[in-house]
């Protein structure tokens, strides 16, 4: 499998392969399992309105500003931890590096430059 250079940036790339991700806004498949099958005579009891107040009441949740921040610190801020994870990764991938080589240390050291950056940039947001 090759890395390909995308809008996304490296370290999510990396960390696709190991890590799930969790959308909330899908349905598990477990739900709707679970969730046994309304009676007709109660559904018809519920009073109409209530699905109305309901989207009413819900407010839409900010935008979460820390994928950006953070691919903003891995492009200006850790270019050369960037560079040498780039750099090990294509080289796994040719086939060109040692037997059972990974790029796990060069993958901390970026995440440890983008978290060190990121970090004080999102606690002045929440501030």
């Given at each position: 499998m090759?890395?390909?250079?995308?809008?996304?940036s490296l370290f999510s790339t990396f960390t696709s392969f190991f890590l799930p991700t969790a959308h909330a806004e899908e349905p598990s498949p477990e739900a709707s399992e679970e969730v046994p099958a309304a009676e007709p005579e109660a559904e018809a009891?519920?009073?109409?309105e209530e699905p109305a107040e309901e989207e009413e009441e819900?407010?839409?949740?900010?935008e979460d500003q820390a994928p950006a921040i953070r691919e903003d610190c891995e492009q200006n801020e850790c270019k050369e931890p960037a560079?040498?994870?780039?750099h090990c990764a294509d080289k796994v991938e040719?086939?060109?590096g040692w037997h059972g080589e990974d790029c796990?240390?060069?993958?901390f050291h970026l995440m440890h430059c983008v978290d060190a950056c990121a970090a004080p940039k999102l606690f002045k947001k929440l501030a």
């Open positions: 090759a890395i390909e250079e995308t809008s996304t009891e519920e009073p109409a819900e407010e839409e949740e900010p560079k040498h994870f780039k040719a086939g060109k796990v240390e060069e993958l």
